[in-house]
């Protein structure tokens, strides 16, 4: 089963690769023979994307490789650290378009040939808006925070391309040169905050932040559904790669032979590996 998820991780990240190679080749050469330069800055953001997927072929296989004498712990963390990367990558890419469309501004040239730089853009919104729902399907479904973090940054993409497609369109039918630089440095900003979030979620998980108070929760009632468990206490967690980590002080009769308490300590951890997947519960047995 890990093997299978893996296998599927990887095959995963590298459509992305596929999928942005073909995009920065296309808009780049569709911005630069039109002199669109709304179009040329979302080929530099394809071209961060294109990286960025690379970043997160590279980390997906590194975090599969099992614990060895260096990493008792395994590998998990270089998917935290890819997604990182990533978000940092975004921001410079958005700071690069605000760069090359400033001067645009006082210059403003009316690009050639719209109607074939509108149907670049279409066709990137709609190879990206599927890439996107594959890549965070499939991270949510292995826990792949490389592959999150690479879904939501061209779900981020499907919505820039949009809004670069309504600016062209404005363009044509108003003849407004402005507009091209304008919609570049929005597109600009978009991408900022989704860098920001990319970042946050980041840090967090690097810096061991705990689950959210509801996650808490949900653990807690798991643990307390679990026939001759009398409570628990010093609940503590963390994210670390695609695997949840928990530990915690379990309450048990003080009555009961330790057999029967590791049975009930053992059914807790099977209940908790069902609904969270690869975890690690630390598990310490306190009588009641």
Same mark, same amino acid.
């Given at each position: 089963m890990v093997?299978d998820?893996?296998?599927l991780?990887?095959?995963?990240?590298?459509l992305s690769?596929?999928?942005n190679?073909?995009?920065v080749i296309?808009?780049?050469?569709?911005?630069?023979?039109?002199?669109?330069v709304?179009?040329?800055s979302?080929?530099i953001?394809?071209?961060?994307?294109?990286? =960025?997927?690379?970043?997160? $072929?590279l980390?997906?296989?590194?975090?599969?490789?099992?614990?060895?004498?260096d990493?008792?712990?395994?590998?998990?963390?270089?998917?935290?650290?890819s997604? =990182?990367?990533e978000?940092?990558?975004?921001?410079v890419?958005?700071l690069?378009?605000?760069? /090359?469309?400033?001067g645009k501004?006082?210059?403003?040239?009316?690009p050639?040939?719209?109607d074939?730089?509108l149907?670049?853009m279409?066709?990137?919104?709609?190879?990206?808006?599927v890439?996107s729902a594959r890549?965070?399907?499939?991270?949510?479904?292995?826990?792949?925070e490389?592959l999150?973090a690479?879904g939501?940054?061209?779900?981020?993409?499907?919505?820039?391309?949009?809004a670069?497609m309504?600016?062209i369109?404005?363009m044509k039918?108003t003849?407004?040169?402005?507009?091209?630089?304008?919609?570049? $440095?929005?597109?600009?900003?978009?991408?900022?905050?989704?860098?920001?979030?990319m $970042?946050?979620?980041?840090?967090?998980?690097?810096?061991? =932040?705990?689950l959210s108070?509801s /996650?808490e929760?949900?653990?807690?009632?798991?643990?307390?559904?679990t026939?001759?468990?009398?409570g628990y206490?010093h609940?503590r967690?963390?994210?670390?790669?695609? /695997?949840?980590?928990?530990?915690?002080?379990?309450?048990?009769d003080?009555?009961?032979?330790l057999?029967q308490?590791?049975?009930?300590?053992e059914k807790?951890?099977?209940?908790?590996h069902?609904e969270?997947?690869?975890c690690?519960?630390?598990i310490h047995?306190?009588?009641?």
């Amino acid at each position: 089963m890990v093997q299978d998820e893996a296998v599927l991780k990887r095959r995963t990240a590298w459509l992305s690769v596929i999928s942005n190679t073909v995009l920065v080749i296309g808009k780049l050469s569709i911005g630069l023979l039109t002199g669109t330069v709304s179009l040329v800055s979302e080929a530099i953001h394809s071209g961060v994307d294109l990286l =960025a997927a690379f970043i997160a $072929c590279l980390a997906v296989r590194k975090a599969s490789l099992p614990p060895d004498k260096d990493h008792d712990y395994g590998h998990g963390k270089v998917e935290n650290v890819s997604a =990182a990367f990533e978000s940092l990558l975004i921001i410079v890419a958005a700071l690069g378009i605000i760069y /090359e469309s400033s001067g645009k501004f006082f210059a403003p040239q009316t690009p050639q040939s719209l109607d074939l730089a509108l149907a670049v853009m279409l066709g990137s919104s709609l190879i990206n808006a599927v890439v996107s729902a594959r890549l965070y399907h499939v991270g949510e479904k292995t826990g792949s925070e490389a592959l999150k973090a690479d879904g939501m940054h061209l779900r981020a993409d499907v919505w820039t391309s949009a809004a670069v497609m309504a600016g062209i369109f404005l363009m044509k039918i108003t003849g407004w040169a402005i507009l091209d630089p304008l919609i570049a $440095c929005i597109v600009a900003v978009g991408i900022l905050r989704v860098g920001y979030k990319m $970042c946050r979620r980041s840090y967090d998980d690097l810096t061991d =932040a705990s689950l959210s108070d509801s /996650e808490e929760k949900r653990i807690g009632s798991i643990i307390l559904e679990t026939p001759g468990v009398m409570g628990y206490h010093h609940l503590r967690t963390r994210i670390s790669g695609t /695997e949840t980590m928990m530990d915690f002080h379990l309450e048990l009769d003080k009555g009961l032979p330790l057999i029967q308490a590791h049975a009930i300590s053992e059914k807790v951890e099977t209940a908790l590996h069902r609904e969270y997947g690869p975890c690690d519960p630390i598990i310490h047995l306190d009588p009641r």
